[in-house]
């Protein structure tokens, strides 16, 4: 008697949690596709030089010192009229990794908890999540020298201290950056395996999970590179066409296998 009320107690507490995810999974994808796709797009923007163009840097006759003093002093002009789209940017890439957060968990509360691949998709999504979400408070540190107008290049010395601070902000990013992306790519590759033989997930959404970490480890690639036109394609393939689509797709159809469970 005692052995099935626990059992009873227990599928109550699982029809209860997954009642919880079958509302929360749909807003989390939805709130994970549009945070990534407004984020990517801001980014693409900046990187294409459609918001401002990025100054050159130029040998004059004045000497090194002065000619990077001068151009650290048009970077910064140019970072602060876009200081606009870098916050918005940088506050709307970590709500979408927290929505992926989100759905992981609730992915696996779908395909089962016991399975070591939804253990290590969670895993794999919360870690690479973090990463990206202190990369992105990282760069917006750079913004308390850019919020600020009228930087001199005369006398060049603050002026390229100044700089070559942010650029150390800049830099220190890139590396947590590549390896959030890295580990992202990997729990991916394990959303793809969870789709996989599933008849309350449709087979392209596995399609789209390896597809998307493919336009992640791309993007990482031309970043290891230098490449900024393989970096730009591995972002818009990742933040624009792949991940929204994939985001919220799998939010929707996680809350109605749920629902429908």
Sequence with gaps: MRGSQVERSDTEISAGLDGGWRRIAPWAGYVAAFSALAGALLFLLD?????????EFRSTSAGFESDLATYYVAYFER??????????????????????????????SLVGWHRPVAQICVLFFAVGGVLHIVSDVLFLGATS?????????????????????????????????????VVLAGA?????????GRIDLPPWLGLLAYAEAVGMLI????RALENDLLF??????????IGPV??????RHVGRALSAG
């Design 47 to 55: 990187a294409l030089d459609v918001l401002a163009d990025v100054p």
């Design 79 to 108: 970072q602060h009229d876009i200081l606009w789209s870098l916050f918005l940017r940088d506050a709307l890439l970590p709500v979408a990794f927290l929505g992926l957060m989100v759905l992981s968990l609730a992915t696996a």
């Design 145 to 181: 020298y850019w919020r600020y107008d009228g930087w001199e290049a005369d006398p060049p010395g603050p002026m390229v201290a100044v700089g070559r601070a942010s650029d150390a902000i800049d830099l220190s990013t890139n590396y947590v950056e590549a390896a959030g992306y």
């Design 188 to 196: 991916l590759v394990c959303l793809g395996t969870l789709c996989r």
């Design 219 to 222: 993007l990482v690639l031309g």
């Design 232 to 241: 730009q394609v591995g972002a818009l393939a990742a933040g624009i066409v």
């Design 246 to 251: 994939l985001f919220a797709a799998l939010g």
